[in-house]
């Protein structure tokens, strides 16, 4: 098992920058496929997959309304995994969660796929 524990969210204006960290507590964290989903529920919007990244950071994905200005990465060493996110807009707004997978060297941006859930981190975007 691995306990995710995210960080990192808060109020930024539209166009800033945010860095949202993701901290897995386990020894085999080096294992798991991590993925970002966000959900703003103020908007009942499903939960919307972000970006992910394999366990060796050799593959990742990316939601087509984020790529090229958001980059996911990891660190190992450190059981991190973060997500930086340029020229955020308004629809960025939303609770940030942070999930794992076990053993999928190719990772996965599906849901269904993910086992393990952080408890979310706000990211409110402002005009």
């Known amino acids: 098992q691995v306990q995710l524990v995210e960080s990192g969210g808060g109020v930024v204006q539209a166009g800033d920058s945010l860095r949202l960290s993701c901290k897995g507590f386990?020894?085999?964290?080096?294992?798991?496929?991590i993925g970002w989903f966000r959900q703003d529920a103020g908007k009942e919007r499903d939960i919307e997959f972000v970006?992910?990244?394999?366990?060796?950071?050799?593959?990742?994905y990316y939601a087509d309304s984020v790529n090229g200005r958001f980059t996911i990465s990891r660190d190992n060493a450190e059981n991190m995994v973060y997500l930086q996110m340029n020229n955020l807009k308004l629809e960025a707004t939303a609770v940030y969660y942070c999930?794992?997978?076990?053993?999928?060297?190719?990772?996965?941006?599906?849901?269904?796929?993910?086992?393990?859930w952080g408890q979310g981190t706000q990211v409110t975007v402002s005009s």
């Open positions: 999930l794992g997978d076990r053993d999928r060297p190719f990772g996965t941006r599906s849901l269904d796929d993910f086992d393990y």
């Open positions: 386990g020894s085999t964290f080096s294992r798991y496929t």
């Open positions: 970006a992910s990244i394999s366990w060796n950071g050799d593959t990742t």
